[in-house]
């Protein structure tokens, strides 16, 4: 079995597409993920999007999702026939590497009271930590060993 990797692979249609070129281009991609035995984990059509940019002189495209679970060659095969048809207009495949983590989840804050916190916690990074409490600092000064120069 040879080795399984997810992927994502967007690619963006002209937006004079007709319905039949669409499905022939994502016929194509499904094709080519079902004869490497890799799957499609999930396809959406996001529809047509203005771009942030002129692509080919497009100012809109049409935007269609994959999420695919296929080996590395398979990838290369794909971005090679995208590039061959002539309404992708760009496209881009991205190894997922994120998509096992577990979201973390911050606990919720409340509005009561905070629970007293140790010392130097909740201060702000790079700031002045609190020194030791200075003793107190009596009227008189203190004696001082003072050495003569002179003989008596």
Same mark, same amino acid.
């Given at each position: 079995?040879?080795? #399984?990797?997810?992927?994502? *692979? *967007?690619?963006? #249609? /002209?937006?004079?597409?007709?319905?039949? %070129?669409?499905?022939?281009? +994502?016929?194509?991609v499904?094709? $080519? &993920?079902?004869?490497? @035995?890799?799957?499609?984990?999930?396809?959406? /059509?996001w529809?047509? =999007?203005?771009?942030?940019y002129m692509?080919?002189?497009?100012?809109?495209?049409?935007?269609?999702?994959?999420?695919?679970? &296929?080996?590395? %060659?398979t990838?290369? %095969?794909?971005?090679?026939? #995208?590039? #061959?048809?002539? @309404?992708?207009?760009?496209?881009?495949?991205?190894? /997922?590497? $994120?998509?096992?983590? @577990?979201?973390?989840v @911050?606990?919720? =804050?409340?509005?009561?009271? =905070?629970p007293?916190?140790?010392? +130097?916690?909740?201060?702000?990074?790079?700031?002045?930590?609190?020194?030791?409490?200075?003793?107190?600092?009596?009227a008189?000064?203190?004696?001082s060993?003072?050495?003569?120069?002179?003989?008596?």
């Amino acid at each position: 079995m040879p080795n #399984l990797l997810k992927y994502d *692979i *967007i690619y963006i #249609l /002209d937006p004079n597409s007709t319905a039949e %070129e669409m499905a022939a281009v +994502g016929a194509k991609v499904e094709q $080519i &993920v079902g004869d490497a @035995k890799g799957t499609i984990l999930k396809k959406d /059509d996001w529809g047509k =999007r203005r771009l942030a940019y002129m692509v080919k002189k497009h100012r809109e495209g049409h935007y269609v999702f994959y999420h695919v679970s &296929v080996s590395p %060659e398979t990838v290369a %095969e794909i971005a090679r026939n #995208l590039r #061959l048809m002539e @309404k992708v207009i760009k496209f881009s495949v991205v190894k /997922d590497t $994120i998509s096992h983590l @577990k979201a973390k989840v @911050k606990p919720v =804050r409340t509005g009561g009271v =905070r629970p007293p916190a140790a010392e +130097g916690a909740g201060q702000r990074p790079g700031a002045p930590r609190p020194s030791a409490p200075k003793p107190p600092e009596s009227a008189a000064p203190a004696p001082s060993a003072h050495v003569s120069d002179t003989n008596p």
